[in-house]
C-alpha cells in the first residue's frame, strides 16, 4: 500500500502564490509518476500537474501553464506544487495522486485525502 499527504492549502488572495506538499511512504514502485488533480464544486476532477520518477517527464493542464511548477525531491518521495499569479478560479480542492508504472502493479493510482486551496479576496 502506498500513503500520500498533502499539505500547504489555505486562503490566498488573487495574484498571491502557494505550495502544496505532498509526501508518499510505503510499497512504492521504482517507476512511477507523481501528480496533482484538482476538483472545483460542481465539476470534474481535473489533471493540474505530473511529474515522473527522475523528473525527466512534466505534464501541466492548460489553464496552469506558465503559473504552476511541479517538482520532486531526490528522495523521489515528495512532490511539490509551486503556485503563483493564482485566480479565483484555481479555488479547489487538490489532490496528491502517485501512479505506478512498472509492470508490476502498472496504473495503479493511489490519492491522497486532499487540500483545500481558496483564491479570495
Known amino acids: 500500500q502506498v500513503q500520500l499527504v498533502e499539505s500547504g492549502g489555505g486562503l490566498v488572495q488573487p495574484g498571491g502564490s502557494l505550495t502544496l506538499s505532498c509526501v508518499a511512504s510505503?510499497?512504492?514502485?521504482?517507476?512511477?509518476?507523481m501528480g496533482w488533480y484538482r476538483q472545483a464544486p460542481g465539476k470534474e476532477r481535473e489533471l493540474v500537474a505530473l511529474?515522473?520518477?527522475?523528473?525527466?517527464?512534466?505534464k501541466y493542464g492548460d489553464s496552469v501553464k506558465d503559473r504552476f511548477t511541479i517538482s520532486r525531491d531526490n528522495t523521489e518521495t515528495i512532490v511539490y506544487l509551486q503556485m503563483n499569479t493564482l485566480k479565483p478560479e484555481d479555488t479547489a480542492v487538490y489532490y496528491c495522486?502517485?501512479?505506478?508504472?512498472?509492470?508490476?502493479?502498472?496504473?495503479?493510482?493511489?490519492w491522497g485525502k486532499g487540500t483545500l486551496v481558496t483564491v479570495s479576496s
Open positions: 511529474i515522473t520518477r527522475g523528473s525527466t517527464t512534466t
Open positions: 495522486n502517485l501512479r505506478e508504472l512498472g509492470p508490476r502493479n502498472y496504473g495503479m493510482d493511489y
Open positions: 510505503g510499497s512504492i514502485g521504482m517507476n512511477n509518476a
